[in-house]
Nanobody, 115 residues
Framework: QVQLVESGGGLVQPGGSLRLSCAAS????????MGWYRQAPGKQRELVAA???????NYGDSAKGRFTISRDNAKNTLSLQMNNLKPEDTAVYFC?????????WGQGTQVTVSS
């Protein structure tokens, strides 16, 4: 059974930084498009950033210029470096793995940006 386990969330002040990690297991990690999504209360889940198997990246508008996604295929890990965080970045952040019809999700990690 595929497992995606997120870590690194927490409480941070506006302007601060956090680094999220996703550890994947029981998955041929390198072939999957890996992504970070987030969902704030009362809102739909949205793409934050994704990185394909060829390392091509795609960022949601809210993440451009502030967040950086990266993957380490040797360690089966996905990371998201988040800088200059804003209160509107507050959400549960989910790790996602997609390959053809396969679509796996982690349980999510809470990020709260507040003073």
């Amino acid at each position: 059974q595929v497992q995606l386990v997120e870590s690194g969330g927490g409480l941070v002040q506006p302007g601060g930084s956090l680094r999220l990690s996703c550890a994947a297991s029981r998955i041929l990690f390198g072939i999957y498009t890996m992504g970070w999504y987030r969902q704030a209360p009362g809102k739909q889940r949205e793409l934050v950033a994704a990185v394909a198997s060829d390392d091509a990246t795609n960022y949601g508008d809210s993440a451009k210029g502030r967040f950086t996604i990266s993957r380490d295929n040797a360690k089966n890990t996905l990371s998201l470096q988040m800088n200059n965080l804003k209160p509107e970045d507050t959400a549960v952040y989910f790790c996602n793995a997609k390959f053809r019809t396969q679509d796996f999700w982690g349980q999510g990690t809470q990020v709260t940006v507040s003073s």
